[in-house]
């Protein structure tokens, strides 16, 4: 069974920062690329970062410079480190991964910036 497991969510100023972890079981997580994706309120799920087996990266522009997606295959956990965030940062931040075109996500976690 997969299990993915976010936390690291919270309230914080413009500018501040906080790192998103994401723990995964029930697939061996160091063949599986990982992937970043938040929810606005009222806007779809949209796509912010992803790391592949290998280590690289690709993010969304509106974060490229501020956030950094990285991977502990011995802790079997993705996270995300997000710097400067801005008040449209804020929504529910899923990790995801794939198994057999199958889509896998955790219960999310609720990330708000706001002064």
């Known amino acids: 069974q997969v299990q993915l497991v976010e936390s690291g969510g919270a309230l914080v100023q413009p500018g501040g920062s906080l790192r998103l972890s994401c723990g995964v079981s029930?697939?061996?997580?160091?063949?599986?690329?990982m992937g970043w994706y938040r929810q606005a309120p009222g806007k779809q799920r949209e796509l912010v970062a992803t790391?592949?087996?290998?280590?690289?990266?690709n993010y969304v522009d509106s974060v490229k410079g501020r956030f950094t997606i990285s991977r502990d295959n011995a802790k079997n956990t993705v996270y995300l480190q997000m710097n400067s965030l801005k008040p449209e940062d804020t929504g529910v931040y899923y990790c995801?991964?794939?198994?057999?075109?199958?889509?896998?996500w955790g219960q999310g976690t609720q990330v708000t910036v706001s002064s």
């Open positions: 995801n991964t794939q198994l057999l075109s199958v889509d896998f």
């Open positions: 029930g697939i061996i997580f160091s063949i599986f690329d």
């Open positions: 790391i592949t087996r290998g280590g690289s990266a």
